[in-house]
Structures are given as structure tokens and as C-alpha cells.
């Protein structure tokens, strides 16, 4: 089985929106923290939003007021938001789940496939 599986990727246009979703298989072990990761070409694997028991939300400044993720740690599924969309944020999108100890080390961690998110006119 994919550890992770995402969907929702495609083609949007500059100003408009796009929701991507990520779902944990059953071949997860215990994970208390999700996110999404993006890679534009020619450009670092950056965070864009992370999720962690308790509540606590992280993104990148490049998103903000922009973006909203969204876990449900029940259903072990995170989402991510995106809106008012630029050409910048055209990369593949990946999300990933992972157990952190108390002090927030990554003890071990998944990966999906990545989605593509191509923001052109």
C-alpha cells in the first residue's frame, strides 16, 4: 500500500483556488503530526503547512492569509486550502506524516507521491 495518498492537484488560474487532500493507509503506524511540503522547479522541498496534536498550526510566510490547513487526526486526513493562487506557487505538492517525540524531533516519518499544482493563465 501508499503510506500516503494524495489528490486534487491541476491546473488553476492566477487569483483562483485549489484544495488538496491527504489520507493515511492503514499501513501507517501511529503519526501525531501532518503536513504539506511543495518543490518548485529549480527550487528546495519548502514547508508550507504543518499540523500537530494540539492544535498547532505552522506556515510558510509566503502563504499566509492565504492558505488554511486542516487535520482531522481521527480519520488521519489533512488538507490543505489554497487561495488567491500566483504563479510562484506552481510545484509539486507533497504531503507528509510523521511521530514527533516531546521535544518536537522526528522520530519517523511518510510521504506521498506528490500532486502537481500548476497556477498559469
Known amino acids: 500500500q501508499v503510506p500516503l495518498v494524495e489528490s486534487g492537484g491541476g491546473l488553476v488560474q492566477p487569483g483562483g483556488s485549489l484544495r488538496l487532500s491527504c489520507a493515511a493507509s492503514?499501513?501507517?503506524?501511529?503519526?501525531?503530526?501532518m503536513g504539506w511540503y511543495r518543490q518548485a522547479p529549480g527550487k528546495q522541498r519548502e514547508l508550507v503547512a504543518s499540523?500537530?496534536?494540539?492544535?498547532?498550526?505552522k506556515y510558510a510566510d509566503s502563504v499566509k492569509g492565504r492558505f488554511a490547513i486542516s487535520r482531522d487526526s481521527v480519520k488521519r486526513t489533512v488538507d490543505l486550502q489554497m487561495s488567491s493562487l500566483r504563479s510562484e506557487g506552481t510545484a509539486v505538492y507533497y504531503c507528509?506524516?510523521?511521530?514527533?517525540?516531546?521535544?518536537?524531533?522526528?522520530?519517523?516519518?511518510?510521504w506521498g507521491q506528490g500532486t502537481q499544482v500548476t497556477v498559469s493563465s
Open positions: 507528509c506524516a510523521a511521530w514527533l517525540d516531546v521535544g518536537g524531533n522526528t522520530r519517523y516519518e511518510y
Open positions: 499540523d500537530t496534536d494540539g492544535g498547532l498550526r
Open positions: 492503514r499501513g501507517v503506524f501511529s503519526i501525531n503530526a
